[in-house]
C-alpha cells in the first residue's frame, strides 16, 4: 500500500495528535482522567493513579455536587484556565472522574502534568 506524500511516518497515536497517558483529545479540547479521593484535609494532586489518571484529593464532600465544584476550581487554577472552561464530564456521582477543559489543546495540559510530577 503506497503512503500518502506528507503522511506521518510514526506511530497512529502520534500522527493523530492523540497524547497517551491521562490526557487526550476531543472535538471540544482536552480530557483528563482523575481517581478522586473527598474528605482529604486539603485539596491537592498527588501523582499518577496508574498509567491513566491522575490522584487527585478533594476536601470537599461528595455532597450536592460541592466535591465536583471544587474539583472544577481547583483545576482550573492549576492550569491556569477560566473556571467556566473546567467541567466534569463523566463520573459525577464516582470517584473515577472525566473532566474537560474546553477549547484547551491535550498537549497542553499534558506539559503542566508533566512538569508538575516529575
Given at each position: 500500500?503506497?503512503?500518502?506524500k506528507?503522511?506521518c511516518?510514526?506511530?497512529?497515536?502520534?500522527?493523530?495528535?492523540?497524547?497517551e497517558?491521562?490526557?487526550?483529545?476531543?472535538?471540544?479540547?482536552?480530557?483528563?482522567?482523575?481517581?478522586?479521593?473527598?474528605?482529604?484535609?486539603?485539596?491537592?494532586l498527588?501523582?499518577?493513579?496508574?498509567?491513566?489518571?491522575?490522584?487527585?484529593?478533594?476536601?470537599?464532600?461528595?455532597?450536592?455536587?460541592?466535591?465536583n465544584?471544587e474539583?472544577?476550581k481547583?483545576l482550573?487554577?492549576?492550569?491556569?484556565?477560566?473556571?467556566?472552561s473546567?467541567?466534569?464530564?463523566?463520573g459525577?456521582?464516582?470517584?473515577?472522574?472525566?473532566?474537560?477543559f474546553?477549547?484547551?489543546?491535550?498537549?497542553?495540559?499534558?506539559?503542566?502534568?508533566?512538569?508538575?510530577?516529575?
Amino acid at each position: 500500500m503506497a503512503r500518502r506524500k506528507g503522511a506521518c511516518q510514526g506511530p497512529a497515536v502520534s500522527c493523530a495528535g492523540v497524547v497517551e497517558g491521562p490526557v487526550r483529545g476531543s472535538k471540544n479540547g482536552a480530557l483528563l482522567n482523575l481517581k478522586v479521593s473527598p474528605r482529604a484535609k486539603s485539596t491537592s494532586l498527588e501523582g499518577m493513579h496508574g498509567d491513566d489518571a491522575l490522584k487527585l484529593r478533594v476536601a470537599a464532600p461528595p455532597v450536592d455536587g460541592r466535591a465536583n465544584a471544587e474539583i472544577e476550581k481547583f483545576l482550573a487554577g492549576v492550569f491556569e484556565v477560566s473556571a467556566s472552561s473546567v467541567e466534569v464530564v463523566r463520573g459525577a456521582s464516582g470517584r473515577d472522574k472525566t473532566v474537560l477543559f474546553r477549547g484547551v489543546e491535550p498537549v497542553d495540559i499534558q506539559r503542566r502534568i508533566s512538569a508538575m510530577i516529575h
